[in-house]
């Protein structure tokens, strides 16, 4: 198995439960190298394999246990993934509250890394929509986890990357949508003090936002972007004919990436030309453009295993979020991208709002998440350096995209690890709960 970047493969045992009474069974059964649970491996590096220990395959848990139309209140299996939840609630008038860059992600793989979306800035992340979830822990059997009535163990979950237990169940709450648009303005920002300022003050009109940077621009192009913001369109702002149909969640035409592409198609010359062709057929100035749902928040699920092109050696993802005040971080993290040359496609930048505690990756802060063909010599000191630069400012890297942080930094991003560990802990006691990820970072600590 391996995570969305294809770095770094291992083998495991793999479990496919079909009920929570399963899940129970198989992680009460213990075992030298643990488990962990998996969705649908969208997390980029190590955190849903378990090197010759047991992997949960938690998919086959999709059932709709109660969905409260008036309220917009669901309740589903964790391996539900988001699409599915987006294709069953829009027609009823709601939709998600957070969607990330790809909605092939289930509930678990969201609770587990308190996945984001455009809206964090207004919204938070995954976890501060959540009522309840079924938790099953290894020694403790299954337990209903609520903000409210276990707080430490709903928290220590929340971006707990799997740690703590498996999900089984979650109750949601939705956002209303009454339409399958979004009204959606654009406008090109000439470098990155431009963007930044044109997100400062514009961020809170809209419920969405974010701004694809062209990283290889260098000079006073550095950070040039288009900024994307929007929200969902009322009924009334259809054309008229379209009305009356009934809203839904759309999966795009899908292509599938070639197989067999070799490393190193991706070169920096190609790749600074898709990116000036991005640019430019970008309008500098569009307001009110009705896009469909899926083209808005993941056009790049329309291309099926579009981590392929990148080759045999894989993808990693670099995504950071340095606090509000550092900006001149992210500065440098962008000067050393466009500097090295590296082939980058657009990175994306948000605007983080209030944040969550323990393992939880938002801070109050500028986000930016960058592709990167794997397997180069220099691409690991290259990026150690900049974790450095991210750490010293206060920021994080985030660990559902990570594949190759080194573990004396995470105390430094993460100042509250040591409370996670104790609450995690007092959860999975035997320390049953193990993926490569946790062993690479040490991340539960102890002997
Ligand atoms: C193209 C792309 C775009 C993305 N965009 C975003 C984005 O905009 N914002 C964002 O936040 N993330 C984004 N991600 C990352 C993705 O949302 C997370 O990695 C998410 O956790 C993946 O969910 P999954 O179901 O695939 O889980 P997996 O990748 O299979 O697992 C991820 C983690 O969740 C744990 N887990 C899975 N299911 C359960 C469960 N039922 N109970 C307990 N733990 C569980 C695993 O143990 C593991 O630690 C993106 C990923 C891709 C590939």
Redesign the pocket.
């Known amino acids: 198995m391996s ?2 970047g294809r770095t770094a493969p291992t083998l495991a045992t793999l479990h496919r439960p079909v009920d929570a009474e399963e899940v129970t069974a198989i992680l009460g059964h213990g075992g030298a190298r643990g488990a ?9 590096g190590d ?2 394999q378990n090197a010759g220990g047991r992997v949960l395959s ?1 998919t086959g848990l999709r059932n709709v246990r109660d969905f409260d139309v008036a309220r917009g209140l669901i309740t589903v299996g ?2 539900l993934s988001i699409a599915e939840l987006a294709r069953l609630t829009l027609p009823f008038g709601w939709f998600p509250p957070v969607l ?3 909605s092939q ?2 509930v ?6 308190d ?3 455009k809206n964090h800035h207004r919204e938070g992340s995954f976890c501060d929509h959540l009522r309840a979830f079924e938790l099953v822990t290894p020694g403790g059997g299954r337990r209903t986890v609520t903000p409210e009535g276990e707080p430490d163990a709903f928290g220590a979950t929340a971006g707990g ?2 740690l703590t ?4 169940e979650a109750t949601i709450e939705l956002i209303a949508a009454e339409t399958d648009r979004v009204r959606v303005d654009t406008e090109r920002a000439r470098d990155l003090d431009d963007v930044l300022d044109r997100m400062e003050r514009g961020d809170e009109g809209y419920r969405y936002s974010v701004a694809w940077i062209d990283c290889l621009a260098r000079g006073r192009g550095l950070g040039r972007s288009v900024l994307m913001r929007g929200d969902h369109a009322t009924r009334d702002e259809l054309p008229r004919g379209e009305r009356d149909t009934m809203p839904g969640f759309a999966t795009p035409r899908v292509l599938s990436a070639p197989r067999g592409v070799p490393s190193g198609l991706l070169s920096a010359p190609a790749v600074r030309a898709l990116n000036e062709a991005y640019f430019r057929r970008a309008p500098r100035l569009e307001r009110g453009r009705l896009e469909p749902l899926h083209t808005f928040f993941n056009p ?1 699920d329309g291309v099926r295993d579009w981590n392929r092109l990148y080759g045999p050696r894989g993808l990693l993802q670099y995504q950071l979020v340095v606090p509000f005040g550092a900006e001149d971080a992210l500065r440098t993290v962008l000067e050393r991208l466009s500097g090295e040359r590296r082939p980058a496609f657009l990175a994306v930048l948000k605007r983080f709002g209030a944040g969550r505690d323990l393992l939880s990756f938002p801070i109050p802060g500028w986000t930016l998440a960058v592709d990167l063909p794997a397997g180069h010599t220099e691409l690991a000191p290259f990026l150690d350096e900049l974790d450095q630069l991210v750490a010293a400012a206060d920021g994080r890297v985030y660990l ?2 990570d594949s190759r942080l080194r573990r004396e930094l995470l105390e430094r991003m993460y100042p509250q690890l040591k409370h996670w560990r104790e609450l995690r802990a007092g959860l999975d006691p035997e320390g049953s709960l193990r ?1 490569d ?1 946790a062993r690479r970072l040490d991340l539960v600590g102890g002997p």
């Open positions: 995570g969305w962990i649970a998996r969705g649908l491996g969208r997390s980029y955190a849903a938690l964790a391996g990330p860059g790809t992600v289930t678990g793989g969201a609770i587990a890394a996945v984001h979306g990357m799997g237990g498996a999900v089984v790049l559902a995209k993926s990820l």
